[in-house]
């Protein structure tokens, strides 16, 4: 299946006019002309199929004949992880991260952050393209930046992680999901230096548990992913 994906499309649209750069795909690239079929999708759990009434390089549009509504996931991960001083290593995250199955994730700035700004929009799209790659018609969430010490304070309802290399009493991700039955998780995954010993002191204050993700040290960026698969892993199969 080729996905394209449009956020503003609604159930209550008739039709989708594709932008040139979608047009040239279609004509050129997939060879589709009018009378084929595209399928759509507005990453918010539905999906559009439309038939081509018009097929040019410049300009297509399809009439949408079909709609299908795609519940949302039971299991639910939100993953706040501070951005890598190399950028290309968080946008790799983000993508692998929702090709696994995230929902959610937030760029936390931690005492110990080398990089405190990040292209919010080129974010979205790195998304948004792995959501298509991956066939998801649930496209995950990016939040704005947010320090540490305000992000653990309004996180409060779920199985909240901490992930962490300090030699301290920690639990393994393996331990903790064999023996939780809850589908609803934040983990915290901090920068190149680890979170601070303060930093760990407010989120255990806060009501997360420290996690230990394996024997070796991990980048921030392989991390998040271990954290990621392992959770799906465990619930999903």
């Avoid at 230990?212 to 392989?222: A, N, Q, S, Y």
Wanted: proline share 4%.
């Amino acid at each position: 299946m080729q996905l394209f994906f449009n956020e503003a499309i609604t159930t209550n649209d008739k039709e989708i006019t594709f932008t040139k750069e979608e047009s040239k795909h279609i004509v050129k690239v997939l060879r589709k002309s009018e009378g084929d079929f595209v399928n759509i999708t507005n990453g918010k759990g539905i999906l559009f199929k439309a038939e081509i009434s018009l097929a040019t390089p410049n300009k297509s549009i399809a009439q949408i004949i079909e709609t299908q509504t795609q519940k949302k996931p039971i299991l639910n991960i939100h993953l706040a992880v501070a951005p890598t001083k190399m950028n290309d290593r968080y946008e790799w995250f983000l993508e692998k991260a929702t090709e696994i199955g995230i929902q959610e994730i937030t760029p936390i700035i931690c005492d110990h952050s080398e990089r405190k700004v990040v292209k919010l929009d080129r974010y979205k799209k790195i998304i948004q393209s792995a959501t298509k790659q991956s066939l998801r018609f649930h496209m995950p969430i990016i939040n704005e930046p947010i320090f540490l010490k305000e992000f653990v304070k309004k996180h409060t309802n779920q199985t909240l992680l901490i992930a962490h290399c300090e030699e301290t009493e920690r639990k393994s991700l393996k331990t903790i999901l064999t023996n939780n039955p809850s589908n609803n998780f934040t983990v915290l995954i901090g920068p190149e230096g680890d979170f601070s010993n303060k930093e760990i002191e407010l989120a255990i204050t806060n009501k997360y548990q420290p996690v230990t993700l394996g024997d070796t040290r991990l980048r921030t960026e392989t991390a998040a992913i271990v954290a990621t698969h392992s959770i799906v892993f465990s619930k999903e199969h």
